[in-house]
């Protein structure tokens, strides 16, 4: 599968903002998804993830981001979104999508257990 993220861009703090990660050659509603993000001189982080449809398609946040971030997915377009309110400057950031590795899983939060990453997309929020 190949993955294609976008929608960043630059947002005052308390903006919202929706990242769209495309899948072509396989459809996302039979994978675990994933959402990353890079700070600027910081270790790559897990975000969320949204569970493959054939198991409930159940969500997992980090906790910094819990409350205000939500993902979907449209299974017909083979796409899942990441919704981002209440935005802070420390949401800045590249955010990246990746499927989970087969026979892992779901609830990890590890970055060794994904793969096919798609190119990031950069947020900024101002302050």
């Known amino acids: 599968v190949q993955l294609q993220a976008s929608g960043g861009g630059t947002v005052q703090a308390g903006g919202s903002l929706r990242l769209s990660c495309a899948a072509s050659?396989?459809?996302?509603?039979?994978?675990?998804t994933g959402w990353f993000r890079q700070a600027p001189g910081k270790d790559r982080e897990f975000v969320g993830n949204i569970r493959r449809s054939g198991s409930g398609g159940s969500t997992n946040y980090a906790d910094s981001v819990k409350g205000r971030f939500t993902i979907s997915r449209v299974n017909a377009k083979s796409t899942v979104y990441l919704q981002m309110s209440s935005l802070k400057p420390e949401d800045t950031a590249v955010y990246y999508c990746?499927?989970?590795?087969?026979?892992?899983?779901?609830?990890?939060?590890?970055?060794?257990?994904?793969?096919?990453w798609g190119q990031g997309t950069l947020v900024t929020v101002s302050s």
């Open positions: 050659g396989r459809t996302l509603s039979r994978i675990t």
């Open positions: 990746a499927v989970l590795r087969p026979n892992t899983n779901w609830g990890t939060r590890q970055m060794s257990d994904f793969g096919s």
